[in-house]
């Protein structure tokens, strides 16, 4: 069925302008709601209209786009391979029906852009950026979202997001990316801190193997920052160090740092950051760890608005600076 359906889409023409005109946004919600719940009866439920009103609405959306975009199923239903593609074009409309909603429910005169970032860029990256553009008078309203790349990519494809400051992993899927628009920004290098009082604070050129004799911190396996920080030991034929803490927020493993005998990896930035606040001591190593390449992603099914283009522009400046 799956396949028919498919061939159907490619085969049937573009369906008439009056149709798809005649839709309402509930329509379009319908299919996400079908998605989220696995049935029209639930669908119908969180919609507050009854089961021949949800299946007349059905009918009018397929009738629009030509094609089966719900499969029945002995659990109620689900999306057809159709149905899926036109959800993922579908929820970019919606996210950016809501963002139109919220940006002109205060304060219409300034816009707002929904801006998903790692939470590295909020320790330093993110205070400049708003000092410069408030400085300029030209600083949009921001609503900050912190989460993993995973997370933000996912965000941002369901319309959620309007830009993403971060980075693409390895497994990522390459499909995904190709839907992406993708600006590079600056490298973020990855540093090892310890508390003031630490040995190592006093040491230049640390080793790898010296690394290995001290209990440490780290973000928990499958993330990018393992990653980096064990390739370094298995390159050298030695086992990377067993963590005695796991902890997925650098904050709160920098934190922990700056009052015991542990060590932690960090970005870069971060470490200064609280090195300057003589809360850690960054450790002199003998050979750096590895980089991340921080980008600046929006999605090429929509079209970045002035203050989006605005602050693409003003980060990759401050990436040069």
Known sequence: MAKASLAHVAASPTAPPNRVDRLRIRHLRLLDLVARTGSLTAAAEVMHISQPAVTKML???????????????????RLSPAGERALERLRIALGALDAASEALAERPEIPLV?????????????????????????????????????????????GELDCVVGRLESGHPEQSQERLNITPLWDEHLAIACAPHHPLARHRDVSLSALRESPWILPPRGTHTREIFEQPFLDNGQLPPVPHIESISFHSSLSMVATSDF????????????????????????TPFGSGRMVFITHQDTEASPAVTLIAKALQEEGNS
């Open 114 to 158: 929904r801006m998903g970032v790692l939470p590295l860029v909020g320790v330093n990256v993110l205070p400049r950026l708003v000092a410069s553009l408030s400085r300029q008078g030209i600083l949009p309203r921001l609503q900050v979202r912190e989460h993993t790349v995973s997370g933000l990519l996912g965000m941002l494809a369901r």
């Open 59 to 77: 009918q009018e959306l397929e009738q629009a786009f030509g094609c089966t975009l719900i499969e029945r199923t002995t659990r109620g239903g």
């Open 263 to 286: 060590l932690a990896i960090a970005p870069d930035s971060a470490v200064q950051h609280y090195s300057a606040m003589s809360m850690v001591h960054k450790v002199r190593l003998h």
